[in-house]
């Protein structure tokens, strides 16, 4: 992205015309025409005008938007319907499919799905098709929009279980939209969007919102869930391990720590080994390694069959 200040610019004139465009990089200036406007014929058109030679002036320049109002003398606000085209769009997709289950289907009968990571898309987009995705919980509380996507695919944490949610799709032509930049286009049109299809997410499938920043891949190398707490016995040699070797501050001889937390721990132990190892490469013990990168590693090893996991977890460092 090219500048970090955002400056704003607004354009007025006598006839209660004004403009503001929003520019990441350095804001120029447009002349407006001057000039008393009554007639709303005329007053359509100086806004079509002065639209066009905003466009022009910032036509090369890059991460600039606009946001342009059109207001009667009387300052009643002029419908954008009245004075720019609209812009030219593809018909609504209606193919839904949630999950691999084809048809939208919203209410009581919707489709209950069994995890929250799942995807939803939409059946006639084709390979190539930009594809703009909103969702959100059933009552319209909360709209996301995702941008670009030929299906809609849902990370950890982005759906909860137990609760029913809602998403619809429309097609986005960038090249279109570019060769159109003084046409109409409102992300409130519900023209070009397919009905909203509703899903609920089973009570019983895992909740991801508590996974944090660690992998997703090593957490289930484990075996362990996120919404799930594990209780580990450790001895005092592997308490004081455990302390060296990670960021815990007090250990005690049973610990009962989240699926993350564990993973995290398991982690940083691994990663202690490994600089234990690199160490012994620059120093004299090349062809062995120290005794604390054995040790670490053993109580990755012991700590992962307690919780149930593997005997020996690769957890990325192979």
């Not at 465009?21 to 407006?32: E, F, P």
């Not at 769009?89 to 839904?96: E, F, G, K, Q, T």
């Not at 006639?124 to 996301?144: K, N, Q």
């Not at 109409?184 to 996974?211: I, Q």
């Amino acid at each position: 992205m090219i500048g970090t200040d955002r400056a704003r610019t607004r354009f007025s004139a006598p006839v209660a015309l004004t403009a503001l465009v929003i520019v990441l990089a350095a804001a120029g200036s447009v002349t407006v025409p001057p000039g008393p406007v009554d007639d709303d014929r005329a007053l359509y058109a100086l806004c079509r005008k002065t639209l066009h030679k905003l466009l022009d002036g910032y036509r090369n320049a890059e991460n600039t938007s606009f946001m342009m109002g059109c207001d009667r003398p009387d300052g009643t606000f002029v419908d954008p319907k009245l004075w720019m085209p609209p812009a030219p769009s593809r018909p609504a997709p209606m193919r839904a499919v949630t999950t691999g289950r084809p048809g939208c289907v919203t209410g009581a009968g919707r489709p209950v799905v069994e995890t929250t990571l799942l995807d939803v898309r939409d059946g006639l987009a084709w390979p190539g098709d930009e594809i703009v995705y909103e969702y959100g919980p059933v009552d319209g509380s909360r709209t996301v929009a995702k941008f670009g996507y030929r299906s809609l695919d849902f990370g950890p944490g982005e759906l909860a279980p137990g609760a029913s949610y809602r998403w619809r799709a429309r097609f986005d032509d960038p090249a279109e939209r570019d060769r159109n930049q003084a046409a109409l286009t409102s992300p409130d049109e519900e023209e070009d969007w397919s009905p909203w299809c509703e899903f609920t997410v089973s009570a019983n499938a895992v909740d991801y919102r508590g996974l944090g920043d660690v992998s997703l891949e090593t957490l289930n190398e484990l075996g362990l869930r996120p919404d799930r707490s594990y209780a580990v016995n450790l001895t005092r040699r592997q308490q004081r391990l455990l302390r060296a070797g990670t960021d815990v501050a007090r250990t005690n001889v049973r610990m009962t720590l989240t699926g993350p937390r564990w993973t995290d721990l398991l982690l940083q132990l691994s990663g202690s080994a490994f600089l234990a190892d690199e160490a012994a490469i620059d120093g004299d013990d090349a062809d062995r390694s120290p005794p604390e990168s054995a040790a670490y590693r053993a109580l990755v090893d012991a700590i992962s069959v307690k919780l149930g996991g593997p005997r020996h977890p690769d957890l990325g460092f192979s």
